[in-house]
């Protein structure tokens, strides 16, 4: 348990990503692709557990599974090799869920990783503002949880290979900051707030620590955004604010999540990489774990 040895909290981390893809594989069954909007509704209130019996991950998981890798294997963020792993999660399988930008960059990355530093600028004319850096981030920074400051420069080194724009990194360094103080039982949105870049994010960071924990999720999400625009400052906050409002419970932070909707695999796998650096996925029924995909 010590960044300086390297690799720093391995265990951490580990538990954030267990709890991030359980979020990705748990929310991804809320889509309309599986069930009409009004019955998911009506699911998510009655705490009703999706019935498939297999819960598949995404694009949010299989990128934070690459990053996690990159930072088992060189104990920090190594750009290049991370743009390398990126694509070669890409090319196993691009079925699962990644966003128009990803489709258009990974591709290039596979034969030159090298490139991302003129290709990852060059997306949506200034760099992504969306909220992918954001979605695969929470281990790195339960990981390396004892040194905040270190916790910043690996999150912002990890976002800029895909996410350019100043909004799209802001959203990797505040879930970032979200798993490590969490980690370090520190955790509450004003602080993150702090530790965030100016900008849109952290001014939604800044409305969500107005949010009283006794508004009812959907309300939040209205006022906050609920990832609908796959933006980092229409994602973050709220998938923030859920975590905040239920530090130990895994599962009821996933439910009240999942309430919000919109980008509801991505705001499942921020809060559930948040909240599950500290709790892990024990806590959550049986069948959940039993169902979502292995990690592999
Ligand atoms: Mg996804």
């Keep these: ?123 949506f004319e200034g760099g992504s ?30 976002a800029e290979v895909t996410h350019a724009h100043p909004e799209g990194i802001a959203g990797a360094v505040a879930v970032a900051v979200a798993a490590a103080l969490s980690v370090r039982g520190e955790f509450t949105l004003a602080a993150v707030a702090g530790r965030t870049p100016g900008g849109l994010v952290r001014e939604g960071l800044r409305r969500a620590g107005e949010v009283p924990f006794t508004t009812e999720p959907w309300k939040a999400a209205d006022l906050l955004g609920n990832g609908q625009r796959i933006r980092a400052d229409d994602t973050v906050p709220f998938a923030l604010w859920t975590a905040a409002r239920h530090p130990g419970d895994l599962e009821e932070a996933l439910w009240a999540t999942a309430e919000g909707f919109g980008d509801v695999d991505t705001t499942c796998a921020i809060t559930g990489g948040v909240v599950g650096a500290v709790t892990g996925v024990d806590g959550v029924p049986a069948e959940w774990r039993q169902r979502r995909e292995p990690l592999g």
């Design 1 to 123: 348990m010590n960044s300086a040895s390297g690799t720093g909290d391995s265990a951490a981390a580990r538990r954030s990503l267990e709890a991030l893809a359980l979020g990705d594989a748990f929310g991804e069954r809320w889509f309309p692709l599986f069930r009409p909007p009004r019955q998911a509704y009506g699911e998510v209130r009655a705490r009703r557990t999706p019935h498939e019996p297999v819960w598949h991950w995404t694009d949010d998981t299989a990128l934070a599974r690459a990053l996690h890798r990159v930072l088992d294997e060189c104990g920090q963020v190594d750009q290049d090799r991370l743009a390398l792993f990126f694509a070669l999660a890409f090319e196993a399988d691009r079925a699962r869920g990644y966003g128009h930008g990803m489709h258009m960059l990974l591709p290039e990355l596979l034969t030159s990783p090298g490139d991302w530093r003129t290709l990852a600028p060059g997306l």
């Design 129 to 158: 503002l969306g909220n992918g850096a954001a979605m695969r981030v929470a281990p790195l920074g339960a990981r390396f949880h004892q040194d905040i400051d270190h916790v910043v420069e690996q999150a912002v080194l990890s």
